[in-house]
């Protein structure tokens, strides 16, 4: 059975940072695995992605400068560093596993594209 449990989120004040972690029950290597994000009232929308054993990562124009994503292999667990964190920040988080094409097809940032999703970590950002 397949699971992804997130962690690490919380309320911060703007200018701070946080690590999400999201621990995968299967071996990752070789799957495009992503985080999203869902702030309320607004559609899903992909943030990074990374994919597992090659390395390259992906992300959205918006937070390509503050985010970072990456993996540790022996752990099957995923990243997502967010420095300089803003009150648009917040939403709950997700992380998610698809096949490697997701990635190198360039649409990673597609919620249907992915078929494996955790439960979510909140962020919350004051100003």
């Known amino acids: 059975q397949v699971h992804l449990v997130e962690s690490g989120g919380g309320s911060v004040q703007a200018g701070g940072s946080l690590r999400l972690s999201c621990a995968a029950s299967f071996d990752t290597y070789s799957r495009c695995m992503g985080w999203f994000r869902q702030a309320p009232g607004k559609e899903r929308e992909g943030v990074a992605a990374?994919?597992?054993?090659?390395?390259?990562?992906y992300y959205a124009d918006s937070v390509k400068d503050r985010f970072t994503i990456s993996q540790d292999n022996a752990k099957n667990t995923l990243y997502l560093q967010i420095s300089s964190l803003q009150a648009e920040d917040t939403a709950m988080y997700y992380c998610?596993?698809?096949?490697?094409?997701?990635?190198?097809?360039?649409?990673?940032?597609?919620?249907?594209?992915?078929?494996?999703w955790g439960q979510g970590t909140q962020v919350t950002v004051s100003s």
């Open positions: 990374i994919y597992i054993g090659g390395g390259r990562s």
């Open positions: 998610a596993a698809a096949g490697a094409w997701v990635c190198y097809s360039g649409s990673w940032s597609n919620v249907g594209n992915f078929a494996s």
